[in-house]
């Protein structure tokens, strides 16, 4: 009897481990079939920051052109909170599958690796990047009544007491960092008063209870064109193509102040190679159309020219240029 039960066992593991055999080819082949699908359905694009901002605006310009190379809509989400570190956090933990990826930002994947202890996300291991979308400076903006018309004039003002004050959207961001950087070129006393929103910050330049701002092209130039502000210098190192008429800081302080504003997709780490080559062919005939380029003109975001051929190295010397200053301001936020 035993016999017999040891026989049907050894024959039922016989059948079994033919059919696992025979099965085997198809599951191998089942993940290059499904990548080669892709996409079969919607794309989620995670903006990590609310609906109306800048990286909200571009992302959904570029998900646009790219809806129509893949062939399937791109869906943006906003998860706006902590920085941008929520909505980033949350795709680096999502499947690499390439449904779910982000647009990134300086903010995201430059000074938050060193400005929050607890981000959720490492920023170069935990995402990939599909494609540069584009940079833009900050504009250096005062009250269109205010007495300062150069770099040079704040640097008067702040050698005598009690100094200026510059606002920002928040501690830690790249306008609060820019005006860090100002007040170490320029010495003198400059007071960082940090608010919850960019919009609230540029009031109270406009009204001039406020000294300055660095802030985004495409909010401060409307009120420059009003008389409500005037934009007296660029953070990069050269002048930006949205105010061609507005000189650099760099020249003014004949230093080497150059900080720009930029903006780069990502896919979670270890999406499939075919997967992220249709990402980055979709990206690539987006950011070549001559509509999409005038569209992000208009907001101030231009190439990121020979530096951004290679996303890694461009990352980690950003991450380095930005970790210095968040260290040199004391800028910390848990």
Request: charged letters at 20%; zero cysteines.
């Amino acid at each position: 009897m035993n016999m017999f039960k040891e026989k049907a066992l050894h024959g039922r593991a016989w059948q079994r481990a033919m059919a696992a055999l025979i099965a085997a080819p198809f599951v191998f082949m089942a993940a290059p079939a499904q990548s080669s699908d892709y996409p079969s359905k919607a794309v989620r694009m995670v903006v990590p920051f609310g609906p109306g901002t800048t990286t909200d605006t571009i992302s959904r310009l570029i998900a646009e052109k790219m809806s129509q190379q893949l062939g399937q809509s791109i869906v943006i989400d906003n998860r706006a909170g902590a920085g941008g570190t929520i909505g980033t956090a949350q795709v680096g933990r999502s499947t690499p599958d390439g449904y779910t990826i982000v647009m990134g930002t300086v903010g995201t994947h430059a000074i938050n690796k060193e400005l929050y202890s607890k981000r959720g996300y490492d920023p170069q291991v935990d995402f990939e990047p599909i494609a540069f979308v584009g940079q833009t400076p900050t504009i250096l903006v005062v009250g269109g009544d205010s007495p300062y018309h150069s770099v040079k004039d704040l640097g008067t003002a702040a050698a005598k007491p009690p100094g200026i004050t510059f606002s920002s959207a928040g501690s830690g961001t790249s306008g609060h960092l820019a005006g860090e950087l100002l007040k170490d070129r320029l010495g003198g006393e400059m007071i960082h008063v940090p608010y919850k929103e960019g919009s609230m910050a540029l009031q109270d330049v406009m009204s001039g209870e406020v000294q300055f701002m660095f802030y985004h092209p495409a909010a401060v130039l409307p009120h420059v064109k009003a008389g409500k502000l005037r934009a007296i210098g660029v953070s990069s190192s050269r002048r930006s193509i949205a105010a061609p008429d507005v000189p650099s800081v760099a020249d003014q302080t004949n230093s080497d102040f150059d900080l720009v504003a930029w903006f780069m997709m990502y896919a979670p780490a270890g999406t499939p190679e075919p997967v992220m080559a249709a990402l980055k062919k979709a990206a690539e005939v987006a950011l070549a159309d001559p509509e999409l380029a005038a569209k992000l003109k208009a907001q101030g975001v231009e190439p990121g020219g020979e530096a951004t051929k290679d996303l890694a190295k461009f990352e980690t010397a950003e991450i380095q240029k930005w970790a210095a200053l968040v260290k040199k301001s004391g800028a910390k936020v848990n």
